[in-house]
């Protein structure tokens, strides 16, 4: 009682939560140099994939979850008695769609005029992708600069001119460049997100309708009114405008938020979940509800909706490697000469899609 105040960062359930689970380097006591990862407790992490394995055989899910068979799906459909609006579909996605969705994220979906997490420091860039497979560099060009300065001197828009461009070799870089060349697969490693549809803006926290956009490609908005049907009224269906593509890296986490910039949460978001293995924490309306931790992995889909979009949620922690990130099938489809770039990148990230109706 009299004991010292808990620090800022484990004040609440859903921090505590969030350390329990993230990843953490400590000093490997084989080897004085190396940094090994300390071993995490999983014994409550819920498993949806385990669950359907023994709800198929049996009917019977383990208590405070409940699971129901929702037309056109061929897979139940699970909840928590405890979180109204939240539905979890296990292996939504076939491998061979899997596979689709991430060539897709990683070549169509950061392409101009979507913005990415580089865009506000490269402008727009296109073909990241195929330039980090064809270990080309990213170089400044000294004459296209000039022409943007130009154009923004003369109140012209430059969103769509870059003064970047990705280059063959390092020696053609070198003729135009005004700074070191950043080779292609260090960007994409740096690749966040990126944004479809109706772009979000990070900065101000909201939806800029003035940005350039495509429209969410129809594939995507087919595939996202028919995974929401099980959160939607009969009547209604389904609007896709926006869409955020989530890049993992092997460290990285997402913290505790909301997702509060949609006109009307009685929709749902439309979670899709591909690569490494992910543990999701969802909590309650305030980060001092114990939040429940269950794992994400490659094809499952998430929805939340009404009362589940007013409950804090994030990732804390990703699986990579061949032990824990459950990718060996997938990876086995990317195997061949042709996809082997797609491999070595999913092998150590995880994506995931999340579409939104915004009005
Ligand atoms: O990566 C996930 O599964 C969740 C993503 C998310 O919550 C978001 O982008 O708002
Ligand atoms: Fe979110």
């Not at 280059?167 to 990126?194: N, Y």
Request: net charge neutral.
């Amino acid at each position: 009682m009299y004991g010292a105040e808990p620090a800022e960062s484990e004040r609440t359930a859903f921090r505590r939560a969030e350390k329990r689970y993230k990843l953490y380097k400590t000093p490997n006591p084989k080897s004085r140099k190396k940094l090994t990862h300390r071993t995490t407790d999983l014994s409550d992490v819920v498993d949806f994939h385990s669950i359907l394995q023994s709800f198929e055989r049996s009917g019977d899910p383990p208590p405070g979850i409940y699971g129901f068979q929702c037309p056109g799906f061929n897979r139940p459909v699970f909840c928590f008695a405890d979180r109204p609006g939240f539905y979890f579909i296990p292996s939504a996605l076939t491998v061979e769609e899997q596979c689709h969705w991430i060539r897709e994220s990683l070549t169509t979906f950061p392409q101009p005029p979507n913005r990415t997490s580089l865009t506000a420091i490269y402008g727009p860039i296109a073909d990241l992708f195929d330039a980090a497979q064809n270990q080309k560099v990213l170089i400044e060009t000294k004459s296209l600069a000039a022409d943007i300065e130009h154009e923004t001197k003369n109140g012209e828009n430059s969103l769509h001119t870059s003064k970047y461009i990705f280059s063959e070799a390092p020696d053609d870089a070198r003729r135009g460049e005004s700074c070191k060349p950043i080779a292609a697969s260090v960007l994409l490693q740096k690749l966040r997100w990126s944004t479809l549809g109706l772009q979000f803006d990070w900065s101000k926290r909201n939806y800029d309708v003035s940005l350039p956009h495509n429209k969410i490609p129809d594939a995507l908005c087919l595939l996202a009114k028919k995974m929401a049907v099980p959160a939607m009224s009969s009547r209604e269906e389904f609007q896709p405008e926006a869409a955020i593509v989530n890049y993992f890296g092997p460290s990285d986490m997402l913290g505790g938020h909301l997702d509060d910039m949609e006109a009307d949460w009685s929709k749902p978001i439309v979670s899709i979940s591909l690569g490494c293995k992910a543990i999701f924490l969802l909590g309650g309306k305030s980060r001092e509800d114990n939040p429940i931790a269950m794992f994400l992995r490659s094809g499952d889909i998430v929805l939340m909706a009404g009362q589940a979009r007013e409950c804090f949620h994030g990732v804390p922690r990703i699986f990579t490697g061949d032990e824990h990130a459950d990718v060996a099938t997938l990876l086995s489809h990317f195997s061949d000469k042709d996809n082997c770039c797609f491999m070595d990148y999913i092998r150590y990230s995880r994506i995931n899609i999340n579409i939104r109706q915004v009005n």
